[in-house]
Nanobody, 125 residues
Framework: QVQLVESGGGSVQAGGSLRLSCAAS????????MAWFRQAPGKEREGVAA???????TYADSVKGRFTISRDNAKNTLFLQMNSLTAEDTALYYC???????????????????WGQGTQVTASS
């Protein structure tokens, strides 16, 4: 049974940092592409960052230079380091897993097979 469990969310002041983690189990983690999505109240779920089975990464324009996605294949864990947080980053953050994808699909929600339950991130100004 596939499980993705996010942790590390919380409330910070604008300008602060958080590090999200996603523990994966129930499938061959190292062969899947992984991503972080987020959904703010009243908005569509959007892709934030993705990483292939190695170290190649993709970011949404809104987080480039502030967020870093990484993975530890030995520990079946995905990370998202978030710096310089703003109120616009406030959302429920989800990790997701997909079988290998073309690069232009990496932030497309419909391409991901497995999802976690989400962790709340709130940045207040």
């Amino acid at each position: 049974q596939v499980q993705l469990v996010e942790s590390g969310g919380g409330s910070v002041q604008a300008g602060g940092s958080l590090r999200l983690s996603c523990a994966a189990s129930g499938y061959t983690y190292s062969t899947y592409y992984m991503a972080w999505f987020r959904q703010a109240p009243g908005k569509e779920r959007e892709g934030v960052a993705a990483i292939d089975s190695g170290r190649t990464t993709t970011y949404a324009d809104s987080v480039k230079g502030r967020f870093t996605i990484s993975r530890d294949n030995a520990k079946n864990t995905l990370f998202l380091q978030m710096n310089s947080l703003t109120a616009e980053d406030t959302a429920l953050y989800y990790c997701a897993a997909a079988r290998p994808l073309p690069a232009w699909y990496l932030l497309r929600r419909s391409e991901y097979n497995y999802w976690g339950q989400g962790t709340q991130v709130t940045a207040s100004s």
